[in-house]
């Protein structure tokens, strides 16, 4: 199904997005004199910005697209894969972080090679690489179906020129404007995320004869209010699969493995400032941003249930953000809420561009140079 989305001046506000971060990242490349302060920041930041920025990470272009998929399906469970991280930030928080920030490694493989021998790190080095950049071609990809149907670029030519803008200011700055730019984008991201469930109770409450909230609340059905799915069913969605999915694979992937994520954390000035911010960010940011990736399917379903017709009959799961966005929002504000579809993307893609980064410099380049080369030389491969 094909769906006209975007005026003028959504284009404009996208393109002047775009142009923002690229100068605010490529500003921060000043403070990047060493390998030390390009992959870990100078290890120098408190936790509130570390974790303002981990919500641009963990929130990337395909959660919007995905988790309201999930919603516009299943309703209000569609959160509980944003809940699992709860399980296992412990074991993280007092077990993997102090070992990883004392031992001062400079990446997760070599942390393998101290901890067992160097064919254990060429491996992990390997799959580590294969898993980043399999992540940033779902990022471009996501946000490439995006945006060509507001550009009508041709798909290919729209991931070519997103990886250009995003790597290009991170090029410059490394992890410094990775961190303030992550900054940045998360609180567009979340501000963009509310902004659009405001709009869509707004759009109810205008649209149909209850109050906004009424109207949202009373055109889910009472399987779709249930915060939980059930435990075995349906196939494609239910308690134990979201579980060992998004919380084995997902969250303890994320966590423990993501060496863009453990960058992050490494780049705070102690353990206990790593430790704040990944406490606030699981009992805070999390529950917040499973609300700003998937309230669109939420008002998606409530306003096809309330006003059929506004949503095309065909209108297939994977295109409700983009849909909905497009019908409650206004011309500028629909650019602007895509624009956060771009911060989820870019926040995501410059840490793992930065990790990958790391990972050939440290595991790839240094064990198979010759002689050593200084911090400078270093900073240019």
Known sequence: MDIAVGTTL????????????????????????????????????AWWLITISIVATGVGSHSFVKYSTKAYQYGLSSTMAYMNDWFF????????????????????????ERRFNRSARYLATGMILLYMIGYIAIQFLTLATALYRIYGIPLMMTVILIAIATTLYMHFGGQTSVI?????????????????????????????????????WMNLSPQEKLPL????????????????????????????????????????KSVNEGRKAAAFNVLFILPISAIVVSNAGWIGRAISTALPGVLPDDLAANDVFVAVTNVVSAPGVFGFIIAALCAALMSTADTLVNASSAIIVNDIYRPLAKKVRSEKAELQL
């Open 10 to 45: 959504d284009r404009y506000v996208i393109l002047a997005y775009f142009a923002i971060v690229m100068g605010f990242g490529a500003y921060f490349g000043k403070y990047s004199k060493t390998t030390s302060d390009y992959f870990f920041g100078g290890r120098r930041f």
């Open 89 to 112: 930030i412990p074991l993280f928080m007092f077990g993997w972080l102090p070992i990883i920030y004392y031992t001062k490694v400079r990446s997760i493989p070599e942390y393998f």
């Open 180 to 216: 303030f730019t992550d900054l940045f984008q998360g609180f567009i991201l979340i501000f963009a995320g509310l902004l659009l469930f405001f709009l869509g109770i707004q759009y109810l409450g205008d649209h149909t004869a209850f109050s906004g909230l009424q109207a949202f």
């Open 229 to 268: 799915a059930h435990f075995n069913h349906p196939p494609d969605f239910n308690f134990v699969g979201i579980f060992w999915q998004d919380g084995i694979a997902g969250s303890v992937g994320f966590l423990f493995l993501n060496q863009g994520l453990i960058m992050r954390f490494m780049a705070a």
